[in-house]
T-cell receptor, first 113, second 113 residues
């Protein structure tokens, strides 16, 4: 059963703590993405990766970090430097060709207490 | 920055009616995609229209693209309660050689029985 999974579904963090959100795909896609979604808003790109061991900053990378050690995995760390981390985080993947659709995971809702 | 902007922000209709939403964008594109998001879930790809296409159909969905006006519309015919969701347009700008998407803020559609 192919797809993209994210865990956990809900995550609570105290201020000053780093947390890591998991994203795994078994679609054999080269490209993976992390987006942030705030209430009533669209998606903003945090980081993206086109290939293993390579990733690029998106529009709002400050306070976040990623790694891409395996093709299937693209974890996102929300660091204490992110001033307003409470949001819904979405991971996606795609084949690297222009115009291809992105496949999304179910999302992780992060709340800072 | 967000490339696409949807209009209206919210739409409420009754089952059986048609729902139309629009998307405007700012720069030249390779293609435009529409996605659906149910509350608290990930996005699901609906349809992709390339810059050299003017109209595309998929089931009850009809998408048009007017590159001269930099706009697109999504029509859902004979709406159902299950169509209740947020709908996002996403553009693949020609300046982005590998197909990074820019999402709009979305149109929230509510279909009442």
């Amino acid at each position: 059963d192919g797809g993209i999974t994210q865990s956990p579904k809900y995550l609570f963090r105290k201020e000053g703590q780093n947390v890591t959100l998991s994203c795994e795909q078994n679609l054999n896609h080269d490209a993976m993405y992390w987006y942030r979604q705030d209430p009533g808003q669209g998606l903003r790109l945090i980081y993206y990766s086109q290939i293993v061991n390579d990733f690029q900053k998106g529009d709002i990378a400050e306070g976040y970090s990623v790694s891409r050690e395996k093709k299937e995995s693209f974890p996102l760390t929300v660091t204490s430097a992110q001033k307003n981390p409470t949001a819904f985080y979405l991971c996606a993947s795609s084949v690297i060709l222009q115009g291809n659709e992105q496949f999304f995971g179910p999302g992780t809702r992060l709340t800072v207490l | 920055s967000q490339q696409g902007e949807e209009d209206p922000q919210a739409l409420s209709i009754q089952e059986g009616e048609n729902a139309t939403m629009n998307c405007s964008y700012k720069t030249s594109i390779n293609n435009l995609q529409w996605y659906r998001q149910n509350s608290g879930r990930g996005l699901v790809h609906l349809i992709l229209i390339r810059s050299n296409e003017r109209e595309k159909h998929s089931g009850r969905l009809r998408v048009t693209l007017d590159t001269s006006k930099k706009s697109s519309s999504l029509l859902i015919t004979a709406s159902r309660a299950a169509d209740t969701a947020s709908y996002f347009c996403a553009t693949d700008a020609t300046l982005d050689s590998w197909g990074k998407l820019q999402f709009g803020a979305g149109t929230q559609v509510v279909v009442t029985p």
